[in-house]
């Protein structure tokens, strides 16, 4: 019974993981619009 | 007196080796499936040839086993720098035989970009290449980058693997023992794997329009490039080829996780179970010095960039701005190397936006990451200690200073050794991009474009404003290979190396 918990505990492993990489890209996008935004008002 | 080195140091050494090049002929049998399947005959004779020779090596190697099996910290130096010298040769072999390189030099650069996953090619018509050599040139990214030295730690002994370890650059020890850190990095790969391919796939799927299979295979490409920042696509147009912001939003994703270091992986996957107990949060080991600089860097470097590229009028819509913008400054500062723009055009970025990009590929990603460069960790004490410096010439002279930083959940503390530990790897850095800078002037190229090309080969990056042709000067070519080895190994193996040659030779 061990294995198949291995492999549930990994799924819910990576997506946690990957929606918490997937957060930091989007607050990265997400500043660099506004960052964009500023920027060329500016120009 | 130097001592030269005896039968048994160079048997420990030729006997780790043989056990690399085992793995390395092992890993070659994908691609010769993957050949074998797609009924390419030509490549899959190629691919043959090659681990024949991997695996008649590593036995050659190993037939005079040492008498005690114990990896000094000098051998696993000596390994580690032998095999990204050695790996790459062979593994050119079905790429020297496939007819789209100038020469054996052109394909042997190839095969050392992917293993240091670099990403610059010489590769002549990839458009046309047989996918299963396509695949093998992705593979060596996957190879490089999770470490054919990670792989054969999990199958030595813990205190041999552990100066293979450091020998590698990848000095962030996550699990007591380095047999269960090298796995727990094999498993953050394979479960990215299974979830960066997954994303891929249905972007190109059911976004794109492309069929079930195609989908699979370019999936499967951008994430050995995309995680293990190597930067080299299927297509020659790079990332450009899909036309698509959510599949860049997708390898934005997968380029973030692979310049995260293995400490930071394990700190995030452990949050959600420290929470389950009732845990506090170690905020400390998410938020430490490497991270606070890495989000610093990223955001300096990217205002650079956009000044820049509003300055030159490129750009009338903010959205178009910051899409071409924030992906490239992402592909640059984690090393990875993807366009969405031709190296011509990328050429045409001068000023503030070059010098943000030529930045950002020489600081990096994180220590213990896929990525190259300086790296964050270098960067945030290099900033500490001149801070340190200007506080001590300011405070009086009785003044206590406290010389800590946060790093991996605690505080340590930033002796004179570690400051000049960083700062020379630091300034070894400098002087590897000015070395090919140089080389590149010397050529009569413009000193932007040398600058450029030259950061990212050492960096380890890919991105290129077209030095990188088959049509380049040789020694230009062999400077950039230098660079390439030297930038993966971040300098410690490869002085070893010599040191150990020069001790054979010389020594008595």
């Given at each position: 019974?061990r294995r198949?918990?291995?492999?549930?505990?990994a799924l819910l492993?990576?997506?946690?993981v990957?929606?918490?990489?997937?957060?930091?890209?989007a607050a990265?996008?997400a500043a660099?619009?506004?960052a964009a935004?500023i920027?060329?008002?500016a120009? | 007196m130097l001592?030269?080195?005896?039968?048994?140091?160079?048997?420990?050494i030729a006997?780790s080796?043989?056990t690399?090049?085992?793995?390395a002929?092992?890993?070659?049998?994908?691609?010769l499936l993957w050949?074998a399947?797609g009924?390419?005959?030509?490549?899959?004779?190629?691919?043959?040839?090659m681990?024949?020779?991997?695996?008649?090596?590593?036995?050659?190697l190993q037939?005079h086993?040492?008498?005690?099996?114990?990896?000094e910290?000098?051998?696993?130096?000596?390994v580690?720098?032998v095999?990204?010298?050695t790996?790459p040769?062979?593994g050119s072999?079905?790429?020297a035989?496939?007819?789209h390189f100038?020469?054996?030099l052109d394909?042997?650069?190839?095969a050392m970009?992917g293993?240091?996953?670099?990403?610059?090619s010489?590769?002549?018509?990839l458009?046309?290449?047989?996918?299963s050599l396509n695949?093998?040139?992705?593979?060596l990214h996957f190879l490089g980058?999770q470490?054919?030295?990670?792989?054969?730690?999990?199958?030595?002994?813990g205190?041999?693997?552990?100066t293979?370890?450091y020998?590698?650059a990848r000095?962030e020890?996550?699990?007591?023992?380095?047999t269960s850190t090298?796995?727990?990095?094999?498993?953050v790969a394979?479960?990215?794997l299974?979830?960066?391919v997954?994303a891929?796939a249905?972007t190109?799927?059911?976004?794109?329009?492309?069929?079930?299979?195609?989908?699979?295979?370019?999936g499967l490409?951008?994430?050995f490039a995309?995680f293990?920042?190597g930067?080299?696509a299927?297509q020659?147009?790079?990332?450009?080829y899909?036309h698509?912001a959510?599949?860049e939003?997708?390898?934005a994703?997968?380029m973030?996780?692979?310049a995260?270091?293995f400490?930071?992986h394990?700190?995030?996957w452990r949050?959600?179970?420290r929470r389950?107990?009732?845990e506090?949060?170690?905020?400390?080991?998410l938020?430490?010095l490497e991270t606070?600089?890495i989000?610093a860097?990223f955001?300096?470097t990217?205002v650079l960039t956009?000044?820049?590229?509003?300055?030159?009028?490129?750009?009338d819509s903010?959205?178009?701005m910051?899409r071409?913008g924030?992906f490239?400054?992402l592909s640059?500062?984690?090393?990875?190397g993807?366009?969405?723009i031709?190296?011509?055009e990328l050429?045409?970025?001068g000023g503030?936006a070059?010098?943000?990009?030529?930045?950002?590929?020489?600081?990096?990603?994180?220590a213990?990451s896929?990525?190259?460069?300086v790296?964050a960790?270098?960067v945030?004490?290099?900033?500490?200690?001149v801070r340190?410096?200007?506080?001590e010439v300011l405070?009086?002279?009785?003044a206590l200073?406290?010389r800590?930083?946060?790093q991996?959940g605690?505080?340590?503390e930033?002796t004179p050794?570690?400051?000049?530990?960083?700062m020379t790897?630091?300034?070894?850095?400098v002087?590897l991009?000015?070395?090919?800078?140089g080389v590149g002037?010397?050529?009569?190229y413009?000193?932007?474009?040398a600058?450029?090309?030259s950061?990212?080969?050492?960096?380890?990056v890919?991105?290129?404003?077209g030095?990188t042709?088959?049509s380049?000067?040789?020694?230009?070519q062999?400077?950039?290979l230098?660079?390439?080895?030297?930038?993966r190994l971040e300098?410690?193996?490869?002085?070893?190396?010599?040191?150990?040659l020069?001790a054979w030779?010389?020594?008595r």
């Open positions: 019974m198949p918990r291995d492999l549930l505990g492993g990576g997506i946690w990957f929606a918490a990489e997937a957060a930091v890209a990265a996008i660099s619009i506004v935004a920027i060329l008002l120009f | 001592v030269r080195p005896s039968s048994d140091d160079l048997r420990t006997f080796l043989g690399i090049f085992h793995i002929g092992v890993a070659g049998v994908v691609p050949a399947f009924r390419e005959w030509a490549p899959l004779s190629s691919f043959a040839l681990i024949g020779v991997f695996l008649i090596g590593g036995s050659l037939r086993p040492p008498a005690s099996k114990t990896l910290w000098s051998h696993g130096m000596v580690v720098a095999t990204w010298i790996v040769l062979i072999i079905p790429l035989m496939s007819g100038g020469d054996l394909a042997y650069f190839d970009s293993l240091t996953t670099t990403g610059l010489l590769l002549q018509d458009d046309h290449l047989a996918p695949f093998w040139r992705h593979l980058g470490g054919i030295i990670i792989a054969a730690l999990s199958l030595f002994a205190g041999a693997g552990l293979l370890y020998g590698e000095d020890k996550i699990l007591p023992s380095v090298a796995r727990f990095i094999w498993g394979l479960v990215h299974v979830f960066g997954a891929l249905l190109a799927w059911l976004g794109l329009g492309f069929t079930p299979g195609r989908s699979l295979f370019h490409m951008i994430f995309g293990d920042t930067g080299f299927p020659s147009t790079s990332l450009g899909y698509s959510l599949f939003a997708v390898t994703v997968l973030v996780a692979g995260m270091s400490g930071l394990f700190a995030l949050a959600p179970g389950r107990r009732g506090p949060a170690r905020r400390s080991t938020w430490s606070r600089s989000v860097t955001g300096i990217l956009f000044i820049g590229l509003a300055a030159l009028g490129i750009h903010v959205l178009g910051a071409q924030v490239h400054v640059a500062h984690t090393g990875t993807f366009a969405t031709g190296s011509a050429a045409t970025w503030l070059f010098g943000g990009m030529a930045i950002a590929m020489a600081l990096g990603g994180m213990s896929t990525a190259g460069g790296k960790l270098r945030g004490l290099t900033v500490r200690t340190d410096q200007m506080r405070l009086p002279e009785r200073m406290s800590s930083y946060r991996g605690r505080r340590r930033l050794k570690v400051s000049q530990a960083v790897v630091s300034l070894l850095y002087a991009f000015l070395l090919g800078a002037l010397a050529y009569g413009p000193l932007e474009a600058l450029f090309e950061v990212s080969a050492g960096a380890n890919g991105l290129s404003v030095l042709d088959p380049m000067p040789v020694l230009l062999v400077v950039y230098l660079q390439m080895w030297l930038g300098f410690a193996a490869a002085f070893v190396l010599v040191g150990f020069w030779w010389r020594g």
